[in-house]
């Protein structure tokens, strides 16, 4: 009986020393996105300028679909109807979104009600006016200044 007990004590010892090591492993992970935002500038593409529409043809809350920078990369533009940070056009309103899911590529669905894009696939959701953030969902988006899901470069 008393070799178990030793037996137990060095399993005890083995999950604490295991347990120190994954807290090291969790430090390090933490520490690791603060070195990424120090560099952020690297990861910058500059896109090019297209006339895409003419204002007048937008009318809130219809996106009207587009392709940029080329016509592999589906988007919108849409006209919200209040000014947001960002938003394009003489009231402010107009924003352009990709459509495409970053998480697995689904095609995004557009919520009138809340302004917001919604994933089939995986139910993540976008918030059209604050520049595509994730509102829920499988990934973060920020926004069009990376490189699009899947490609090595987002301009031909
Ligand atoms: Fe959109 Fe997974 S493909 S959440």
Known sequence: MDRCNKLVDVGRRQFLRGGASAAAG???SVALPAQTKAAPGLALVEYPSNKLANVADLKA?????VSYPDENASGVL???????????GPDGDIVGLSTTCPHKRFPLDYNAEDHSFNCPGHYSRFDAEAGGQEIL????????????????????
């Open 78 to 88: 849409l006209k919200l109807g209040t000014k947001v940070e960002g938003g394009a």
């Open 137 to 156: 969902g499988q990934w973060t988006a920020e926004g069009l200044d990376e490189l699009l899901y899947g490609r090595l470069s987002s301009v031909l």
């Open 61 to 65: 809350d219809e996106p009207l679909d």
């Open 26 to 28: 969790m430090a390090t």
